[in-house]
C-alpha cells in the first residue's frame, strides 16, 4: 500500500492525510482538501497513492504498525518476566499503552471516527488490526487472573474506551474547567485512576504500582 515517487512528496501527503482523517474523519476529507494541505495537486496525490481509500488504507496501516509494536514490547515483557513481576509488568503496559496514545492522538482519534460510523465502506480495519492487537492482549494477561467470574475481555476493551475517550475529550474539573490529556496533573489523575480500575478489576493481589507524581511548575 506504500506510495511510489518522490519519497518527501508521500511522506507529507500521508502526514497531513493523518491530520485530515483524524480531525475530520475519512467521510469529511477529501483529496482536493489532502492535496492543498501537503502543497501539491490532486492529480499528483492520485500518481502517488491512487485514491483517497488507498491514502486511508496507507494511513491505518502505519498507524497500526506503530501502535502494534508499542503492544508487542510490553507483551515481551510480561512474558519475560518472573512470576513475581509479571503485574508490575502489566501495568508497564498498560502506562505504554495510555503514552503512546496521548503521544500519538490521531489514533484514537482515527477509531473513535470509526465508532461514530465513519468510512463504513471499509469494515476489514478491525478484523485485520483492533481485534486481533486487544485479543493480543487479552490472552496473554488472562492466565494471570485467578478470580472467579472476571471479564478480562470487557476490561480491557474498557481500558480502550475510557483511554481514547480521556486523549480525545480530556477532563473536567468540580468547576466545569476542562483539561486536555497533556495537563500533567490530569493525565496524572488519570493515570492513576486507570491503574487502580484494571488492578481492582482483575481482582490482582497487593495494590496496583504508584505513579509519580508530576513535578510542580
Known amino acids: 500500500m506504500t506510495g511510489t515517487g ?22 469529511g476529507t477529501d483529496l482536493r482538501q ?9 492529480a ?7 485514491d483517497k481509500r488507498e491514502i486511508y488504507l496507507e494511513v491505518m496501516d502505519r498507524m497500526n504498525s506503530a501502535h502494534n509494536a508499542v503492544l508487542e514490547k510490553g507483551i515481551k515483557d510480561i512474558v519475560g518476566a518472573p512470576p513475581d513481576q509479571k503485574i508490575v ?3 508497564r ?14 489514533y484514537p482519534a482515527l477509531y473513535t471516527h470509526r465508532w461514530l460510523a465513519d468510512a ?3 469494515p476489514e480495519l478491525e478484523p485485520m488490526y483492533a ?36 486523549v480525545q475529550s480530556g477532563v473536567y474539573d468540580r468547576s466545569g474547567q476542562r483539561y486536555d490529556h497533556d495537563h ?18 482483575l481482582c490482582l493481589p497487593g495494590e496496583p504500582p504508584p505513579v509519580p507524581r508530576p513535578a510542580r511548575r
Open 6 to 27: 518522490n519519497g518527501d512528496l508521500s511522506d507529507r501527503v500521508l502526514q497531513v492525510a493523518t491530520r485530515l482523517f483524524a480531525g475530520l474523519g475519512y467521510d
Open 34 to 42: 489532502i492535496a492543498d494541505a501537503a502543497g501539491t495537486d490532486v
Open 44 to 50: 499528483n496525490v492520485k500518481r502517488q497513492f491512487g
Open 89 to 91: 509488568a502489566l501495568h
Open 93 to 106: 503496559l498498560l502506562d505504554r499503552y495510555i503514552d503512546f496514545c496521548c503521544n500519538q492522538p490521531e
Open 120 to 122: 463504513t465502506d471499509i
Open 131 to 166: 481485534a486481533p492487537a486487544a485479543q493480543f492482549v487479552i490472552d496473554t494477561i488472562a492466565p494471570m487472573v485467578t478470580a472467579r467470574d472476571v471479564d478480562v475481555d470487557y476490561t480491557i476493551n474498557a481500558v480502550i474506551w475510557c483511554v481514547h475517550s480521556f
Open 184 to 201: 500533567p496533573g490530569a493525565l496524572w489523575r488519570f493515570r492513576t485512576y486507570l491503574h487502580q480500575m484494571v488492578h481492582r478489576t
